[in-house]
C-alpha cells in the first residue's frame, strides 16, 4: 500500500465547499443529484445496523457534512441510535452543530497518515457519498484512499460498517466519479470481514453500497439468549474498554509472550492478594498445564517403580489427564462423604501406595483443602502430593494461611471459573523453589538459558491473557460481590419453600458455583427433568466421576461407591454476577415445584 497524500483531503474539500457555497444546505450542495436519490442511500446505509431497533447503538457517519443523515434519522424516529458525526469541512460542521446542538461532531482528514482514528468508537461506522466522486484525481490515488480508509474504520467499529462506490455495471462511465469493480470492493472487505461481506446493487442507482460486518449477520442477536432461557452460565469477563490500556502497553512494549511486564505484574498483584512472596506464584497456559507443573516440580515423572497416580473419581477429566501427561497411570479412588475430597488418614493406609508416584487430591468446586493433613501424608508416607484446586480462587483469598504450604496447589483461570483470564492457570506454593521448577517446567525445561534441563512443555502465559487477569483482578471486588448477591438471592428465594439447608454455595464452594444437594438420585431425577421443564439449564459438573468416561472406564479403581452416590445428586444451578432476580426466581420456582416436600 502507498503513502498517503493529506493535501488530498484539502483538494477534496475545496470542492465540497465549492458545492455547499453554491446550492446551499442541500443534497446539490453536497453534490448529490437530487434529495430523492440521497434519501434512498439514507436508508441503504442504515441496512447495516443488524441489530433489533430496540438496541441502543453508536453510528459514524463519515462524511458526514452538514449531518443530513441524522435529519432521515430522527425522521424515521430510530431514537437508539446515537449519532457521531465526522467530516474535514470546517464549513459543513459549523452547519451542522448549528442544526445539532449536543451531537459529537469530529474534524479529521481522513487523508492525513497521522490522523487520530482513536476518537472514533462505534458499533456501526457508514461511509456515504466519500468515494463516488473522485474529481480530477486519479483512480490509483483515490483507491488508496478507499483502502485505507476503510482499514483504519474497520479497528474502530465493534460491528460492521458499509460504504458505497460507483459502479462498472454502468452504461457509460463518467471521469470525475469513481467506478469500482464489484470484485476491488469484496477483496477488500474480504481480507478484513472474511465471509460477512455483503454487496447491494438493487436500489436503482448507479452505484452500490458493500457491507462488512464483525460476526455472521445471523449472530448479532442470537448471542442474547431467548427471555425466558436460563442457562446454566453465563461467563463475564471485562469488557473491552477496561482491556484496552493494558492492551496498549503490549502494543508499546511489543513483547506477546515469555515473561513479559504484564504476566510480571499479574504474579505481583496475585501474590499480594495471596498474602505470599512473589516467587510463590507462576502462571500458566491453563488449569490444567498448572497442574501438569506442579506435578512435575513435587514428584518429576512417572518411573517404573511408581507408576500411578492417586486420583479422586470425583473430578473434572483435566485432573487425570494431567497425570497422564506426566507419565502416570491414574488410579481411581473413592472420596469422603463429608468433604467430597480425598481424606489423607485413610489414602495412608492405601494398598496401592508403595506404586504411587504421586497423589493428586481435588478441591471440589473450590472447596479449601488445608495443607496440613497432605503434609502429614507426605512425611508419613514419603509420596509427592499436588493438590488440584482449580476453582480455589477465591477460597485462596480468604485463607492463604491453611490452604497454601510447601505442597504445590494449581488454579484454573478459565472463563467458567470465578476469576478468569479468558484462559490460564497458576501454581502456588510456600516452596519457591518448587515453583521455580513448575515455571521451568512449563517453559521447556529451560532454567538457566535455552537448555533443556528437564522434562517439559509449553505452559506459559501469554501477555494478551495476562491483560485479561490484570483487568479482572480490577473488577474483582465488584464481580465476586455480584455473584455473592446471587447466591444470597438463591438462598432468600429457597428459604421461603423450606430448601435453603440443600443449597451449597460461598463462602462453603466457590462464588462460581451454586449446587442443589438432592436427598438420592431419584429425587435427582426429578429435579432435573423439572429444571429443564421450566427452561432451566443445569450441569453435574463432575459428571457421574471419572469412571463413567468412556477414555476413564479402563483404569484400575478401588470400590467407589460414595462417589457413584454423590455425584449425581450435586447439581450445578445456573450462575453468573448478572443473573437477575427474575431468573433465580424462575429457579427456585422449577426447584420447588419438583422436590417432594416433607
Ligand atoms: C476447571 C478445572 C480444571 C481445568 O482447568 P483448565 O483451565 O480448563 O485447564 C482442572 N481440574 C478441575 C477440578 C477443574 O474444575
Not at 441510535?81 to 460542521?93: E, N, R
Not at 460476526?215 to 453465563?234: G, I, K, N, Q, Y
Request: aromatic share 8%.
Amino acid at each position: 500500500m502507498g503513502q498517503l497524500d493529506r493535501q488530498l483531503g484539502d483538494r477534496l474539500v475545496k470542492h465540497y465547499n465549492r458545492g455547499l457555497t453554491e446550492h446551499g444546505d442541500t443534497a446539490q450542495g453536497a453534490l448529490w443529484p437530487n434529495e430523492i436519490d440521497r434519501r434512498t442511500r439514507f436508508g441503504v446505509m442504515l441496512d447495516v445496523i443488524e441489530t433489533s431497533p430496540a438496541t441502543s447503538i453508536v453510528l459514524c457517519d463519515l462524511g458526514c457534512g452538514t449531518g443530513s443523515l441524522l435529519s432521515y434519522i430522527r425522521e424515521r424516529g430510530l431514537e437508539n441510535i446515537t449519532y457521531i458525526g465526522v467530516d474535514y469541512s470546517a464549513a459543513a460542521l459549523k452547519l451542522a452543530r448549528a442544526k445539532f446542538p449536543g451531537v459529537t461532531f469530529i474534524e479529521m482528514n481522513i487523508a492525513d497518515p497521522d490522523a487520530d482514528w482513536d476518537r472514533i468508537s462505534c458499533d456501526y461506522l457508514v461511509c456515504n457519498g466519500v468515494f463516488t466522486g473522485k474529481m480530477d484525481i486519479s483512480h490509483k490515488e483515490m483507491w488508496l484512499l478507499l483502502e485505507n480508509t476503510i482499514k483504519n474504520a474497520w479497528y474502530q467499529v465493534r460491528r460492521g460498517l458499509a460504504f458505497n462506490v460507483m459502479s462498472k455495471v454502468v452504461d457509460w462511465e463518467r471521469d470525475d466519479l469513481l467506478h469500482v469493480p464489484m470484485d476491488d470492493s469484496v477483496r477488500l472487505l474480504h481480507g478484513l470481514a472474511g465471509r460477512n461481506v455483503r454487496v447491494r446493487a438493487d436500489y436503482g442507482l448507479y452505484e452500490y453500497t458493500s457491507y462488512a460486518f464483525k460476526l455472521p449477520s445471523d449472530c448479532v442477536e442470537a448471542t442474547a439468549p431467548a427471555s425466558d432461557f436460563v442457562p446454566v452460565l453465563r461467563p463475564l469477563l471485562p469488557s473491552c474498554d477496561r482491556l484496552l490500556p493494558y492492551l496498549r502497553r503490549i502494543d508499546r512494549a511489543r513483547v506477546y509472550t515469555n515473561h513479559g511486564p504484564l504476566l510480571a505484574e499479574l504474579e505481583m498483584r496475585l501474590s499480594a492478594r495471596f498474602n505470599l512472596p512473589v516467587e510463590s506464584v507462576v502462571c500458566a497456559s491453563s488449569g490444567t498445564t498448572a497442574l501438569v507443573g506442579a506435578i512435575l516440580a513435587t514428584a518429576g515423572r512417572a518411573t517404573a517403580e511408581r507408576p500411578l497416580a492417586l486420583v479422586p473419581a470425583f473430578t473434572f477429566a483435566a485432573t487425570a489427564l494431567a497425570a497422564e501427561q506426566c507419565g502416570y497411570r491414574p488410579y481411581l479412588v473413592d472420596i469422603d462423604e463429608a468433604t467430597w475430597a480425598l481424606d489423607p488418614d485413610k489414602l495412608a493406609l492405601h494398598p496401592m501406595l508403595d506404586q504411587a508416584g504421586v497423589v493428586i487430591p481435588v478441591a471440589p468446586f473450590g472447596r479449601t483443602i488445608a495443607q496440613s493433613g497432605w503434609m502429614n501424608f507426605r512425611n508419613r508416607t514419603g509420596v509427592p502430593v499436588a493438590i488440584d484446586a482449580a476453582a480455589s480462587f477465591d477460597g485462596l483469598t480468604q485463607e492463604p494461611q491453611s490452604f497454601v504450604g510447601t505442597i504445590p496447589i494449581s488454579l484454573s483461570f478459565h472463563a467458567t471459573k470465578s476469576f478468569s483470564a479468558g484462559c490460564g492457570g497458576a501454581v502456588v506454593s510456600s516452596d519457591c523453589d518448587l515453583v521455580a521448577r513448575a515455571g521451568q517446567a512449563l517453559n521447556f525445561g529451560f532454567f538457566h538459558g535455552r537448555e533443556s534441563e528437564s522434562f517439559g512443555t509449553n505452559g506459559k502465559l501469554s501477555e494478551y491473557h495476562a491483560a485479561v487477569g490484570l483487568a479482572e483482578l480490577d473488577g474483582w471486588h465488584e464481580k465476586s460481590a455480584a455473584m455473592r448477591t446471587v447466591i444470597n438471592e438463591y438462598r432468600a428465594y429457597l428459604g421461603e419453600a423450606g430448601l435453603a439447608h440443600r443449597l451449597v454455595g460461598a463462602p462453603e464452594i466457590s462464588v462460581g458455583y451454586v449446587l442443589f444437594r438432592c436427598v438420592d438420585a431419584d429425587e435427582a431425577m426429578r429435579v432435573r427433568a423439572g429444571l429443564q421443564q421450566h427452561g432451566v439449564d443445569h450441569r453435574l459438573w463432575y459428571s457421574h466421576g471419572l469412571q463413567h468416561h468412556s477414555y476413564f472406564s479402563q483404569l484400575k479403581r478401588d470400590d467407589l461407591s460414595i462417589t457413584e452416590a454423590v455425584a449425581p445428586c450435586l447439581i450445578g444451578l445456573p450462575m453468573a454476577p448478572d443473573l437477575s432476580t427474575g431468573q433465580i426466581a424462575q429457579v427456585a420456582a422449577a426447584l420447588c415445584a419438583s422436590v417432594r416436600m416433607p
